[in-house]
Each structure stands twice: as structure tokens, then as C-alpha cells.
């Protein structure tokens, strides 16, 4: 398949509902912190972003929201023709200009402070992360406390950032500023806000 | 495709475009990231005069799907003018099921209170808010709150609640009652009664807050903590009333005064109809309760 087709396929078929669905499923993942959302596959986007991280993107992205792409998903070009196809969202040159970032590699990805944390007083212009994860069960276990979680929850996504435990404590340090993020799984998601507190981790 | 003559133009599902909703839903996420603060949103004209909830239903607007069930209430009662014409306006736009019993809704936008009913963790509470910011009426320049917000500065918040009670003898703000969200912003819970700031603590559900003429969203995630603000010795204390509800004898429960003659004659009802209505359908009885009790219309599916 050429550039152009795999651009324009692979959209919201039903584009009010979908959005409508995907937006529910991260609104419910935001409020309740490690909580797995199931999400249907409702978009096909090109390789290698997942499913999931595409649908959220239609679902949030457009001409307002800057996206940033770490470099396996800048090295697509197909990737990057498709998100314009269907969000018309820009290209954020560095991580600290981006409102949303995908990360088809949390591994080896830059570290969370250096994308916008927004400021004291606008504590909302910070960027939010969709990081790319196979599942939310098979990694090292997180357990998360804070608003939206009644006692502890758990979640274990496998592959996350190098000293991803570290990094969130001075995330949560910089409250009200700091990221959101969201982990997108084959089917299904769930999300990290900043005031979630990760407890302890299972070495 | 051609169109009848008879058929009316449509509009998108739940009136707004897809743009708006999508900003919207970004203003909204941003909220439950950061509970308590107010993210400022491209508010949207509606076509209802401000002051009438536009905020509430922009909200709502963007987060309802058409599996959802919609309860509206204003002041607790179902069948108010407000209440009314905006379960309307979405029977007719997102032809949505409505329904005017608390425990079957998944969403319930409210025009400042919160039922008595026991939330449930899968709904979420729509506020409609008029002034969303609590310093509002103490600093006029939204340049100054902000700074405030963002210093955590809230002295001046304790100093009115001080001269409430050197003047009074107690803090007299009996709605708007002011809370801090998860130890860090205060809040205006939106002009609720101050009967009903507790139960937004740890509340099971979601509550979204929607400021539609100031241009303004904000959240406070379920199980929260959300403290109204006092002083040691003068503690936190919500109304409480003489006697029981006239109509169901509900006692610790919100009720309005009703007027019944030009002679001075009143009684007090639950604020909450619904509540009210279950309770009478239940077989409780009032000091003025009629002998029959006809319940109302409940629910009406999804078109």
C-alpha cells in the first residue's frame, strides 16, 4: 500500500461515537488511576503505532494540539501522514512544545521533565503522554495511590521509562505542574494523572 | 441526498460540533488532572441565555453518549423550569434516555444541589457553575487569583470566614461554602447549600464543574478529599432543621420552605423530589401528606 492510501484508511468509521467512546474510556482511566479501561479497536493506523494510541489520538488531537512523536514514530512516514490526514494536528518540534506526545518506545524515551510542565498559574498547559505498552498486567507491579483510587490500585505495564519510579516521585513533587499519562495496550487503557502516587515497586 | 421540505435541518449529535468537544474533553481530562483548579475553556454560545447552565451543558454535552441516562435537577426537584427544559433540549438532540430516578442515571447535571440518593462509582455529577472563582468576591482581578491559586495564598479566604464570625457569631455563608480540594486548591463547590459539601468528600462519584459565562471547568475525581474550610473553634456545621419533611417525614435531609395560604401558612419539603417521591411511594407519611400518592412520570427510554 502506498503513503496515500495508509494515510486515509484506518479512521473512526463512525467518527462521532467512536470519539465519543474513546474519550469516555480515558475520562474513566483519568478519574480512576490504574483501573483498565477495555477499548475496542476502532482505528487502524500504520505500524508502528498501536491501535489504541491511534484511537486516542483521533479522539483528542486536532489543529490546536501540537503533537510530538518520539523517533520510531518520527522515522514513519506513514505515521506521520496519517495523524495529519485525520487530526490536522501540527508537528511539535521539541517535547516542550508538544500538548500531546506518543511514544512508541518508553524504554528509551526522554525523560519526563522535558516535556511541558506547564506553569504555577496555567498548571493545564502541560503535555500529556501516550506511551505504547503491550500489556498492563505483565510488567513490574505499581502500586498506586491518590485522588480517584479509594484505597491502593494496581497496574503493571511492562517496558516503562528507565527509573520510571524515580521520575514520577519528582512529577508528583512539581504538583500542580507536571504530565499526564496515558498507557495504551492492545484493547484496552489506562492512565497515570500527575497527583497518582506510586507506592512501592516489586523489583 | 435531498431533503424532504418538510424535514428541519440537524444538528450534530448532542448539538456540538466535534471540535468543541474535543476541547472540551481535553479541558475536562486537564480537571481531573488537577483537582480543584480551573482550566479556563473556549466556552461556546448555547442556545440558552447564560445563567440558564450553559457550562453544565457544554460539559455534558461532551461527555454524554447515547447509552447514557440523563437526569437533570434544579434545586433538587426534576420538574422545574431549568431541570425541564434542559432534559428536553437533550431528548431532542442527543435523544438520550431521561429519567428522574438518582440510581438509574449515569449522568445527572445539577443546578447547585446534590441527591440525597447515594452516588454510585460509574455516574458522574455535571454542576452548572455561575462564579467559579472562590476569591472572586474578595479580589476582583483575575491576574491576583490566579497568583494566589498559584501560591497557595488563601489567607484572605480565612479572614472573610474570620469577619463572618465577628460579626455574627459564626461563619454565616450558608451556600457557596468554600473547600479545599486534596489539600492544595480551594474551591467553590458551585452555589450548593452547604448541607451538601459533605458529601462531595470521597464521593464514589466523578463531578464535573462547568462555567460556562467565566469560561471555566473544573473536577474533583471520585474518592477526593474535599474539606470545607473553619476554624478549630468555630468547626464546619451544615443547617439542620426542626421538623421532619412535611410530605414523606424525612428527617437529615434538605428542604425548602413552601408557602400554602396568605395567611402566614408554610411548610418545609424535601428539596430532593425524587427522594421525596420514593419515600412516599415506600409508604411514609407526612404531617401533610395527601391520602393517596400519585407518582410521577419516571423514565423514558432512548429514542
Same mark, same amino acid.
Given at each position: 500500500?502506498?503513503?496515500?492510501?495508509?494515510?486515509?484508511?484506518?479512521?473512526?468509521?463512525?467518527?462521532?461515537?467512536?470519539?465519543?467512546?474513546?474519550?469516555?474510556?480515558?475520562?474513566?482511566?483519568?478519574?480512576?488511576?490504574?483501573?483498565?479501561?477495555?477499548?475496542?479497536?476502532?482505528?487502524?493506523?500504520?505500524?508502528?503505532?498501536?491501535?489504541?494510541?491511534?484511537?486516542?489520538?483521533?479522539?483528542?488531537?486536532?489543529?490546536?494540539?501540537?503533537?510530538?512523536?518520539?523517533?520510531?514514530?518520527?522515522?514513519? %512516514?506513514?505515521?506521520?501522514?496519517? /495523524?495529519?490526514? +485525520?487530526?490536522?494536528?501540527?508537528?511539535?518540534?521539541?517535547?516542550?512544545?508538544?500538548?500531546?506526545? !506518543?511514544?512508541?518506545?518508553?524504554?528509551?524515551?526522554?525523560?519526563?521533565?522535558?516535556?511541558? $510542565?506547564?506553569? $504555577?498559574?496555567?498548571?493545564?498547559?502541560?503535555?500529556?503522554?501516550?506511551?505504547?505498552?503491550?500489556?498492563? %498486567?505483565?510488567?513490574?507491579?505499581?502500586?498506586?495511590?491518590?485522588?480517584?483510587?479509594?484505597?491502593?490500585?494496581?497496574?503493571?505495564?511492562?517496558?516503562?521509562?528507565?527509573?520510571?519510579?524515580? $521520575?514520577?516521585?519528582?512529577?508528583? $513533587?512539581?504538583?500542580?505542574?507536571?504530565?499526564?499519562? =496515558?498507557?495504551?495496550?492492545?484493547?484496552?487503557?489506562?492512565?497515570?494523572?500527575?497527583?497518582?502516587?506510586?507506592?512501592?515497586?516489586?523489583? | 441526498?435531498?431533503?424532504?421540505?418538510?424535514?428541519?435541518?440537524?444538528?450534530?449529535?448532542? #448539538?456540538?460540533?466535534?471540535?468543541?468537544?474535543?476541547?472540551?474533553?481535553?479541558?475536562?481530562?486537564?480537571?481531573?488532572?488537577?483537582?480543584?483548579?480551573?482550566?479556563?475553556?473556549?466556552?461556546?454560545?448555547?442556545?440558552?441565555? #447564560?445563567?440558564?447552565?450553559?457550562?453544565?451543558?457544554?460539559?455534558?454535552?461532551?461527555?454524554?453518549?447515547?447509552?447514557?441516562?440523563?437526569?437533570?435537577?434544579?434545586?433538587?426537584?426534576?420538574?422545574?423550569?431549568?431541570?425541564?427544559?434542559?432534559? %428536553?433540549?437533550?431528548?431532542?438532540?442527543?435523544?438520550?434516555?431521561?429519567?428522574?430516578?438518582?440510581?438509574? %442515571?449515569?449522568?445527572?447535571?445539577?443546578?447547585?444541589?446534590?441527591?440525597?440518593?447515594?452516588?454510585?462509582?460509574?455516574?458522574?455529577?455535571?454542576?452548572?457553575?455561575?462564579?467559579?472563582?472562590?476569591?472572586?468576591?474578595?479580589?476582583?482581578?483575575?491576574?491576583?487569583?490566579?497568583?494566589?491559586?498559584?501560591?497557595?495564598? #488563601?489567607?484572605?479566604?480565612?479572614?472573610? !470566614?474570620?469577619?463572618? =464570625?465577628?460579626?455574627?457569631?459564626?461563619?454565616?455563608?450558608?451556600?457557596?461554602?468554600?473547600?479545599?480540594?486534596?489539600?492544595? #486548591?480551594?474551591?467553590?463547590?458551585?452555589?450548593?447549600?452547604?448541607?451538601?459539601?459533605?458529601?462531595?468528600?470521597?464521593?464514589?462519584?466523578?463531578?464535573?464543574?462547568?462555567?460556562?459565562?467565566?469560561?471555566?471547568?473544573?473536577?474533583?475525581?471520585?474518592?477526593?478529599?474535599?474539606?470545607? /474550610?473553619?476554624?478549630?473553634?468555630?468547626?464546619?456545621?451544615?443547617?439542620?432543621?426542626? +421538623?421532619?419533611?412535611?410530605?414523606?417525614?424525612?428527617?437529615?435531609?434538605? /428542604?425548602?420552605?413552601?408557602?400554602?395560604?396568605? +395567611?402566614?401558612?408554610?411548610?418545609?419539603?424535601?428539596?430532593?423530589?425524587?427522594?421525596?417521591?420514593?419515600?412516599?411511594?415506600?409508604?411514609?407519611?407526612? +404531617? /401533610?401528606?395527601?391520602?393517596?400518592?400519585?407518582?410521577?412520570?419516571?423514565?423514558?427510554?432512548?429514542?
Amino acid at each position: 500500500m502506498d503513503i496515500a492510501t495508509q494515510s486515509i484508511d484506518g479512521g473512526f468509521a463512525e467518527p462521532v461515537f467512536n470519539a465519543q467512546a474513546v474519550f469516555r474510556a480515558i475520562m474513566d482511566a483519568m478519574a480512576r488511576p490504574g483501573t483498565v479501561q477495555p477499548l475496542p479497536q476502532l482505528a487502524r493506523p500504520p505500524a508502528p503505532l498501536s491501535a489504541t494510541a491511534g484511537a486516542v489520538a483521533l479522539a483528542l488531537c486536532d489543529n490546536d494540539t501540537p503533537v510530538w512523536l518520539d523517533p520510531p514514530l518520527q522515522a514513519e %512516514a506513514p505515521v506521520k501522514a496519517w /495523524l495529519g490526514f +485525520h487530526t490536522g494536528a501540527p508537528l511539535a518540534n521539541t517535547p516542550a512544545d508538544a500538548h500531546f506526545a !506518543l511514544i512508541a518506545n518508553p524504554k528509551e524515551m526522554a525523560a519526563l521533565d522535558g516535556f511541558a $510542565q506547564g506553569t $504555577q498559574e496555567y498548571p493545564d498547559r502541560s503535555t500529556t503522554l501516550i506511551l505504547l505498552v503491550d500489556d498492563l %498486567a505483565s510488567g513490574p507491579s505499581l502500586l498506586l495511590e491518590g485522588p480517584g483510587i479509594e484505597k491502593t490500585s494496581m497496574i503493571a505495564p511492562p517496558g516503562m521509562p528507565r527509573h520510571f519510579v524515580e $521520575q514520577w516521585k519528582q512529577n508528583n $513533587q512539581r504538583f500542580p505542574r507536571g504530565v499526564d499519562i =496515558i498507557l495504551a495496550a492492545p484493547g484496552s487503557l489506562a492512565c497515570l494523572p500527575r497527583t497518582t502516587r506510586i507506592k512501592t515497586m516489586e523489583a | 441526498m435531498t431533503a424532504q421540505p418538510t424535514e428541519i435541518a440537524t444538528y450534530n449529535f448532542a #448539538y456540538l460540533d466535534e471540535q468543541t468537544k474535543r476541547m472540551i474533553r481535553r479541558a475536562i481530562l486537564k480537571g481531573i488532572a488537577i483537582p480543584g483548579y480551573q482550566v479556563p475553556f473556549a466556552s461556546r454560545e448555547m442556545p440558552m441565555p #447564560y445563567g440558564w447552565g450553559t457550562g453544565g451543558v457544554q460539559v455534558t454535552a461532551s461527555i454524554i453518549g447515547p447509552d447514557d441516562v440523563l437526569k437533570v435537577i434544579d434545586q433538587g426537584a426534576d420538574d422545574t423550569t431549568n431541570a425541564v427544559s434542559i432534559r %428536553a433540549f437533550f431528548k431532542k438532540v442527543a435523544k438520550v434516555a431521561v429519567t428522574t430516578e438518582t440510581a438509574n %442515571a449515569t449522568i445527572i447535571q445539577t443546578r447547585h444541589r446534590i441527591p440525597e440518593h447515594p452516588l454510585n462509582a460509574g455516574q458522574v455529577l455535571v454542576f452548572q457553575v455561575p462564579i467559579p472563582e472562590p476569591l472572586r468576591f474578595l479580589e476582583p482581578r483575575e491576574t491576583e487569583t490566579r497568583k494566589m491559586h498559584a501560591l497557595e495564598e #488563601y489567607g484572605l479566604m480565612h479572614v472573610k !470566614l474570620y469577619e463572618d =464570625i465577628a460579626k455574627h457569631g459564626r461563619i454565616a455563608t450558608t451556600y457557596a461554602y468554600p473547600v479545599k480540594v486534596e489539600g492544595r #486548591y480551594v474551591m467553590d463547590p458551585s452555589p450548593t447549600p452547604k448541607f451538601d459539601n459533605p458529601k462531595m468528600h470521597r464521593s464514589p462519584a466523578l463531578q464535573l464543574f462547568g462555567a460556562g459565562r467565566e469560561k471555566r471547568i473544573y473536577a474533583v475525581p471520585p474518592f477526593t478529599d474535599v474539606v470545607s /474550610l473553619d476554624f478549630e473553634d468555630h468547626p464546619f456545621e451544615v443547617q439542620t432543621f426542626d +421538623h421532619p419533611c412535611a410530605l414523606c417525614g424525612a428527617e437529615n435531609v434538605y /428542604l425548602d420552605e413552601v408557602i400554602l395560604d396568605d +395567611h402566614g401558612g408554610h411548610m418545609f419539603v424535601c428539596s430532593d423530589t425524587d427522594h421525596c417521591e420514593k419515600r412516599r411511594a415506600g409508604g411514609h407519611h407526612g +404531617h /401533610l401528606a395527601p391520602e393517596t400518592h400519585l407518582a410521577s412520570e419516571k423514565t423514558e427510554p432512548a429514542k
